[in-house]
C-alpha cells in the first residue's frame, strides 16, 4: 500500500487562459494532520475539489488513499470531506440531513446519533437547519465529514464560524482523529492553529506550491530574531549599531532592536550593549510563527 | 442506485413537501370534480374548454373517472415543478458536492432520484384518484347522476387504464422539469421556464399554427393523460413524448456526468 495519503503530480486545472493550479506536486504523508495553506484564490480548493471526484484536472494526476483521482468510486467511500463550508437542506433537521448523507453512502444509520453528540449538537440534532448559526452548521458538516469513519479527513476551513471553544473543539478532534491513524487534509486561514496541530505542510500560493515537508523544518529554517528594548529610546541607534558592527542584519520595529541572530548571541549583545553603557529593559530570542514565515515566503516568491 | 433512491425518498417525505402537495392536489381534486356535480342542474358549462357535460353521460362507467381525469394537467404541472426544484436546488443549496463524494457514480443519483421522484408522483397520483372518485361519489346524488355503472367491469378496467396513462403523463411533466433542473441548475428558471411553456407558449404557439400542435411536448405528454385525442392519436403522443423526453434526459445526463461541480 502507498505510503501516502495524497500524491499530487504535475496537477492543472485551467479555466480559459488562467490558471486555477499549476503543475502542483505534493504527497500528504499517511496518518498526519497536513495543514493545506494559501491566499483566497491560490488554488486550495479547486486542489480539494479535483481530489474528490467534483472537478476534472486539466493535466497530470493524482491519487488519494492509492487509488488514482479518474476513479473517485474506489476511494471516497473511505474519506470524509467538508468542503468550502457546510452545505445542507435548509428545511430538514440536521439529524435527518445527516441521515440522507448516510443512506446514500451505505452507512449505517447508528452512526448519526453519537455523531451529532460528537460535535455538540445533541440539543440541536432536530432542529431544522435553516435555524442553525454558522457554528452550529460548521459541527454539522464536520459530523458529515466524519460518516464514513474515514481513512482520510478533507477539511475546507473547519473553523470558520466557530467561537475559540469551537476551535478548540475542532483542534481537539483532529488530534483524536489522527492518533487513531486518520489523515487529515485541513485548509485554514488560521495559520496559528495550523502551526499548533499540522505536523505537515502544503503552501500554494497563485496555483503553485510554495512549500511542502514538515511544519518542524520550515519553521525552524527562518531565522531566529532577537528583539532588545534599550531603556532609553535614545540608545536604540547606537544599539543596532552594535549588532552591525558584528555581522547582523538589525531594524528598528516598534521602538524595539529586531536584529537577525540566533539566540546564543542574545549573552554576547547584552556584555556588548553593558559595555557601551546602554540598559537593556528587555531581550528576547524569537522564533517567526508559521504566519510570520508564510508572509515572507510568500513575497519572496512574489518578488 | 437504491442508495440514492432511498436518500431522494428521506427528502421527498419531509412534512411540508409531502403533505401541502397532498393537501394541494386534494383541494383542487374537490375543487375541479364538485364544479361538474355541482353545475349539472344550472344548465351552464360545468367542465373543462367552457364545455358542459350532463347527468346522463356521467351515468354512465365513464363518470367514475371524469372528475380524475379533469385534473390531470394540474398534477402534471405539479410533478414538473417538484421534479425541477428537487433537482435544482442541489445546486442552489450546494448540497450536490455532498451527493457526489458520498456517491461518485453520477449517473447513479440521477436514478436513484428519478425513482423517488416517480414513486412520490405515483403517490400523488393514486391519492387524487381516491379523492376525486370519494368526491365524485359523494356529490352524484346532488347533481342527479347515478353510480350503478361505476362499479362495472368496463369502469374498472377504465379506471386502470386512466391511472396508468395519468401516471405516465405526470411522470412526463416531472421528467421534463428534471430535464430543466439540471439544464439551468435554479429551482425558479426551471419551474418558470417549464410553467410558462406548457401553459403559455404552446397554447399560443398552437392557436397560432395549428400544424405545431402534434409536435409540441408538453400537449403530447397531456394527451397521454386523457388516453388520446380526435386531433392526436395515443401511440403519436407517447412516441412524441419519449423522443423529447429520451433526447432531453441523455442531454442532461450527459451534462451532469462531465460538468465540474464548482458551487
Known amino acids: 500500500m502507498s ?81 468550502e463550508g457546510p452545505a445542507f437542506y435548509p428545511a430538514l433537521s440536521g439529524e435527518e440531513n445527516l441521515r440522507v448523507l448516510a443512506s446514500l453512502g451505505g452507512f449505517p444509520q447508528d452512526r448519526v446519533a453519537p455523531l451529532i453528540d460528537r460535535v455538540g449538537l445533541t440539543d440541536r440534532g432536530g432542529s431544522k437547519y435553516k435555524t442553525y448559526s454558522l457554528g452550529m452548521k460548521q459541527r454539522l458538516g464536520i459530523a458529515a465529514a466524519l460518516l464514513p469513519n474515514p481513512d482520510l479527513l478533507v477539511l475546507d476551513e473547519p473553523t470558520n464560524g466557530l467561537d475559540p471553544s469551537g476551535i478548540h473543539e475542532v483542534r481537539e478532534l483532529m488530534r483524536d482523529l489522527a492518533n487513531q491513524g486518520t489523515t487529515v487534509f485541513v485548509s485554514s486561514h488560521l495559520l496559528g492553529e495550523l502551526e499548533m496541530i499540522a505536523e505537515y505542510l502544503v503552501m500554494l500560493r497563485e496555483g503553485r506550491v510554495i512549500y511542502t515537508g514538515s511544519t518542524a523544518n520550515l519553521l525552524s529554517a527562518q531565522q531566529p530574531v532577537l528583539v532588545a528594548t534599550p531603556e532609553y529610546g535614545v540608545d536604540l541607534a547606537r544599539l543596532i549599531e552594535i549588532a552591525r558592527s558584528h555581522g547582523h542584519e538589525a531594524s528598528v520595529v516598534d521602538d524595539q532592536a529586531h536584529i537577525i541572530s540566533e539566540s546564543d548571541w542574545g549573552a554576547e549583545l547584552n556584555r556588548l550593549a553593558f559595555e557601551a553603557g546602554i540598559t537593556l529593559a528587555a531581550l528576547t530570542a524569537v522564533r517567526p510563527s508559521l504566519e510570520e514565515t508564510f508572509f515572507t515566503l510568500t513575497e519572496k516568491i512574489g518578488e | 442506485m437504491l442508495r440514492s433512491f432511498f436518500a431522494e425518498s428521506r427528502k421527498l417525505r419531509r412534512p411540508t413537501l409531502a403533505l401541502s402537495t397532498l393537501l394541494t392536489v386534494a383541494a383542487f381534486s374537490v375543487l375541479f370534480t364538485s364544479i361538474v356535480y355541482l353545475r349539472i342542474k344550472s344548465g351552464e358549462p360545468n367542465t373543462k374548454m367552457g364545455e358542459r357535460i350532463t347527468a346522463t353521460e356521467l351515468s354512465q362507467y365513464i363518470g367514475l373517472v371524469y372528475g380524475f381525469k379533469l385534473v390531470s394537467f394540474f398534477l402534471g404541472i405539479t410533478a414538473l415543478c417538484i421534479f425541477a426544484s428537487q433537482t435544482a436546488q442541489e445546486y442552489t443549496f450546494g448540497t450536490l458536492r455532498n451527493l457526489l ?119 403530447n405528454i397531456a394527451n397521454i393523460a386523457e388516453g388520446g385525442s380526435r386531433t392526436i392519436g395515443y401511440s403519436h403522443s407517447l412516441l412524441v413524448s419519449l423522443a423529447y423526453l429520451g433526447v432531453g434526459l441523455a442531454v442532461v445526463s450527459l451534462l451532469f456526468k462531465r460538468r465540474d461541480v464548482a458551487n
Open chain 1, 3 to 83: 505510503q501516502s495519503a495524497i500524491t499530487v503530480t504535475n496537477l492543472s486545472k485551467k479555466y480559459g487562459d488562467r490558471a486555477a493550479l499549476a503543475n502542483a506536486n505534493f504527497e500528504v504523508p499517511l496518518g498526519t494532520i497536513c495543514g493545506f495553506v494559501g491566499p483566497n484564490g491560490s488554488g486550495k480548493t479547486t486542489t480539494i475539489r479535483m481530489l474528490l471526484g467534483l472537478i476534472s484536472p486539466t493535466s497530470g494526476s493524482a491519487t488519494v488513499l492509492g487509488e488514482s483521482i479518474t476513479h473517485p468510486d474506489k476511494y471516497l467511500p473511505r474519506v470524509g470531506a467538508m468542503i
Open chain 2, 101 to 219: 463524494v458520498r456517491q461518485p457514480i453520477r449517473i447513479k443519483i440521477l436514478a436513484g432520484k428519478f425513482l423517488a421522484m416517480s414513486l412520490f408522483a405515483t403517490i400523488m397520483v393514486a391519492f387524487t384518484a381516491v379523492m376525486t372518485i370519494a368526491t365524485s361519489y359523494a356529490l352524484a346524488g346532488k347533481g342527479g347522476v347515478t353510480t350503478s355503472a361505476w362499479m362495472s367491469g368496463d369502469a374498472i378496467q377504465l379506471l386502470g387504464e386512466t391511472f396508468g396513462n395519468i401516471l405516465l403523463s405526470t411522470i412526463g411533466f416531472g421528467t421534463l422539469g428534471m430535464i430543466l433542473g439540471l439544464l439551468f441548475r435554479s429551482p425558479i428558471t426551471a419551474i418558470s421556464i417549464g410553467v410558462l411553456w406548457s401553459l403559455i407558449l404552446e397554447t399560443i404557439l398552437a392557436a397560432a399554427i395549428s400544424s405545431t400542435l402534434k409536435w409540441l411536448p408538453a400537449q
